[in-house]
């Protein structure tokens, strides 16, 4: 088993930076790929991005482009998401979620991965 959870998420105003973190406990996090989604209230989750295993490779959702990235430090147990320019589409819950079964998945299919982290609120004002 393991456990993850979110934390940086916040108010902030249009323009600025957050930096989510995702702390995975109970086991390593290192031999897996893991995924960012965010949901908006009234709409579907939405996948944001992705990182393999290693660190290097990861991929964002073009809305998204240019404007967050994604990191890990395996020996923190750890995956970030750094939010520059943020935008108020940009606000929503975001979630880090684990693949288990397919533990190199690192695509858009939320039912591919198995261990989710309770979110994190981002407010971004205008």
């Known amino acids: 088993q393991v456990q993850l959870v979110e934390s940086g998420g916040g108010l902030v105003q249009v323009g ?7 702390a995975a406990s109970g086991r390593t996090i290192s031999r897996n790929a893991m995924g960012w989604f965010r949901r908006v209230p009234g709409k579907e989750r939405e996948f944001v991005g992705a ?5 290097s490779s990861t991929s ?3 809305s ?9 430090d395996n020996a923190k147990n750890t995956v970030y ?5 943020l935008k108020p589409e940009d606000t929503a819950v975001y979630y880090c979620a684990l693949p288990s079964s397919r533990p190199y998945y690192i695509g858009l299919d939320e039912t591919n991965y198995d261990y989710w982290g ?3 609120q981002v407010t971004v004002s205008s």
């Open 16 to 22: 600025g930076s957050l930096r989510l973190s995702c």
């Open 51 to 55: 990182i393999t295993s290693s660190g």
């Open 60 to 62: 964002v959702i073009d």
């Open 64 to 72: 998204v482009k240019g404007r967050f990235t994604i990191s890990r």
């Open 81 to 85: 998401l750094q939010m520059n320019s």
């Open 118 to 120: 309770q979110g994190t």
